[in-house]
């Protein structure tokens, strides 16, 4: 099966919901007008690390999500990426799913909160992995920093994955970590991964771009700019998926009684 996939590598302006807002709604219509089936946005791409607001912006989310849905059904695509989500016990940087053929998104909430930027303080980690069926596969869905934890994306891949979605916000000096740990996540779970980054600064910090589309076998299929905002897209062919993984059958040379 081959299906395009969109990466919308937003500038995101600190706290400012409704510019963010419209230049991702301008991305997501360009990415249907370009046949895309999956569109995907950084890590709390409406206000960015603007935490010490976080109350007052999750208190926008669902708006947000009703927005995303309405274009979700119209265009006829998925839209996935992190934004604030409020719940009775406190606020989560949650990677929401928007498919129209949902009722209701999927979230999966941020396992892996990132304490020098202040994460800890302010919001919940969350306490489940969270994979979404789609017409190209199961995929799991992660955030920004946990990107750096192997052992998530070897269980999402056990528990039958083909592709890993991560929204982030990576900044421009940890890009060769970035580069490395997506290629990494790809080849040792054989699966293809979908990476949106932010790009340029907001706030204090500077944030690298560099968004990519990443095969099973580790090949680059598409990768943005460090320094652009731009809507970056790809062909995926998931029959790429079965041939990878019956020429290396790590799965079932693994030896899991010594690790």
Not at 169 to 194: D, G, K, M, S, Y
Request: proline share 6%; glycine share 6%.
């Amino acid at each position: 099966m081959k299906f395009s996939i969109a990466l919308a590598q937003l500038h995101i302006q600190l706290g400012d919901i409704p510019s963010n807002l419209r230049v991702a709604t301008q991305m997501i219509a360009e990415a249907a007008r370009r046949g895309s089936k999956l569109v995907l946005l950084p890590e709390l791409w409406p206000c960015g690390y603007d935490l010490p607001e976080v109350a007052r912006h999750a208190a926008v989310t669902p708006e947000i999500l009703a927005e995303l849905s309405r274009l979700s059904r119209q265009l006829d695509l998925t839209i996935g990426g992190s934004l604030l989500e409020s719940t009775p016990e406190g606020i989560y940087n949650s990677f929401a799913w928007v498919a129209p053929d949902l009722p209701e998104p999927v979230f999966y909430r941020k396992i892996h909160l990132f304490a020098p930027m202040d994460e800890d303080r302010y919001l919940l980690s969350g306490d489940k992995r969270e994979i979404v069926s789609a017409s190209w596969g199961a995929t799991g869905l992660a955030v920004c920093y946990d990107l750096r934890f192997p052992e998530l994306f070897r269980r999402y891949a056990l528990d039958g994955a083909v592709a890993l979605a991560l929204s982030a916000e990576w900044p421009a000096r940890r890009l060769v970590h970035w580069q490395t740990l997506l290629r990494a996540r790809a080849i040792e779970n054989l699966c293809f991964t979908f990476a949106c980054n932010c790009v340029g600064p907001s706030g204090d910090a500077l944030f690298g771009g560099d968004s990519a589309v990443i095969s099973p076998w580790g090949e680059c299929l598409a990768e943005g700019s460090a320094t652009e905002e731009e809507l970056v897209s790809a062909e995926i062919d998931t029959d790429q998926i079965e041939r990878a993984r019956r020429a290396l059958p790590v799965f079932a040379d693994r030896r899991p009684e010594f690790y």
